[in-house]
């Protein structure tokens, strides 16, 4: 392993700043009302059992296993979800009712409840509250109007920002990375070929899915925006003997990639890049981005996609891999930060199948001309991670990330397994393809 792999300056202190606790200790009558509201919403519960216990109290919400929802035949319906949820601090009420997800998730960062299955204890609260999310995705369509007119005011994040956000996760440490990644270093969903398949041959198969896509040759100049540790490069220039111009912004991916391509042999085949997207130039036959657009502002979806023009030959084509939310939810997620954006991606979002294909319409003359969808291979890459991520606990101790930051990251990888278990989000390949490109995609929609 290298001297920047091993790299062990780990830089938490921002996320932990973030997730810092802002609750008074001790009974009082919002935590009672806060208990009692959520109690209540817990009571509507139809399908799954969630138990909570709370000192010498507990009590089992939901369906007996023979009971189903009205109307609808037991066949029909999920399987079945049953987990338990110890409340160790009176907090954890008012912080859910308070705050949603972050204030979930905030609980079980303070540990003020604990569960042994965290996955299921989201994917029920996912499941069971769907009825609540419509009403304020119906709330959010009425208010719309005037909410996008005032987001559309708020400043953005410039380079500078981007910058320290990016940093705020990435510059962890490669060293810390690296003890639940697979050795691609692909920290992005992977495809699996079979159920039995590695995480590192899932990672290496949706590489060469992107490849084949692409129809990537050793005539080709594929211009990566967003290199991650290299590990699509590198496979791109090792079996397709094309060039490849790749950019980040995080220095610590930055300096491992750099090694990777040396050791790799392709320095004269790959190019790196400390460029922000905004500032890329030049004309390449091929474009890829891997979940890189989570990390651009809504407002910048045309500028985003307009560059990815302004880079493409006119019969070119551009892959994007992308993490969604469905459209109905898109709007109400702007101005709303979730766990995710709160504790672990700092100005990160979401965008939607609707809000991609707008902007291409809006900006470009790109047309999509493939779209494919494969959520249970990310719930796949998420479980395998998160397995790994406890297996090597004391390794991540050592790093002197303590008990309280692996507890936020256990839950985030939790949270997003859940997510795309229930489809709260989805994992999306898009295919643009230049006004000058006339063929037909040769790779086939993933399964699982």
């Known amino acids: 392993m290298t001297d920047e792999m091993t790299d062990t300056r780990v830089r938490p202190e921002r996320l932990l700043r973030r997730a810092a606790s802002e609750y008074a200790a001790g009974q009082s009558a919002m935590i009672r009302a806060s208990r009692a509201t959520v109690l209540r919403l817990m009571e509507s519960m139809t399908h799954d059992r969630l138990e909570i216990i709370e000192g010498e109290w507990r009590r089992e919400f939901g369906a007996s296993p023979s009971e189903s929802p009205a109307g609808q035949a037991s066949e029909q319906l999920p399987e079945q979800l049953k987990a338990t949820v110890t409340v160790n601090d009176p907090r ?94 692909t920290y992005s969903s992977g495809i699996f070929p079979q159920v039995e398949a590695t995480m590192e041959e899932a990672s290496v198969n949706k590489y060469d899915i992107l490849i084949d896509s692409l129809g990537l040759s050793a005539d080709h100049h594929l211009l990566e925006i967003g290199t991650g540790w290299g590990g ?60 890189m657009i989570e990390a651009v502002d809504w407002r910048d979806y045309d ?59 809006n900006a470009t003359r790109l047309q999509i001309v493939g779209l494919s969808d494969f959520g249970a291979h990310y719930a796949e890459t998420l479980r395998r991670w998160r397995h790994r991520f406890d297996e090597r606990s004391d390794e991540i101790e050592t790093l002197g990330l303590d008990q309280r930051f692996r507890r936020v990251w256990r839950f985030y990888l939790a949270y997003c397994e859940a997510g795309f278990l229930e489809r709260h989000c989805t994992v999306n390949h898009f295919h643009l393809a230049g006004a000058g490109w006339r063929g037909s995609l040769t790779a086939a929609p993933p399964a699982f």
């Open 92 to 185: 954890a009420w008012q912080a859910i009712a308070r705050e949603g997800s972050i204030g979930l998730g905030r609980g079980y960062i303070e540990q003020w409840w604990h569960s042994d299955n965290p996955v299921d204890v989201v994917r029920i609260i996912i499941r069971n509250l769907a009825p609540l999310d419509e009403l304020r995705n119906q709330i959010n369509r009425v208010t719309k109007p005037i909410g996008d007119r005032v987001r559309r005011l708020t400043p953005r994040a410039g380079r500078d920002d981007n910058r320290e956000d990016i940093s705020a996760h990435y510059d962890l440490g490669n060293s810390f990375f690296s003890l639940f990644l697979d050795p691609t270093m």
């Open 303 to 361: 500028a985003f996609f307009a560059t990815i023009e302004r880079c493409l030959t006119p019969d070119g084509l551009a892959s994007l891999q992308a993490i969604c939310v469905p459209d109905r939810r898109y709007d109400r997620t702007k101005n709303t930060e979730d766990y995710i954006r709160r504790f672990i991606f700092p100005g990160g979002f979401l965008p939607s199948i609707g809000s991609v294909s707008q902007a291409v319409a």
């Open 232 to 291: 699509m490069a590198i496979r791109a220039a090792e079996r397709t003997g094309c060039r490849v111009t790749t950019t980040t912004i995080s220095q610590a991916q930055l300096a491992v990639a750099r090694r990777r391509v040396e050791e790799a042999g392709l320095a004269d085949r790959v190019t790196l890049l400390d460029s922000d997207w905004r500032d890329l130039n030049g004309q390449y036959d091929r474009i890829v981005s891997i979940e």
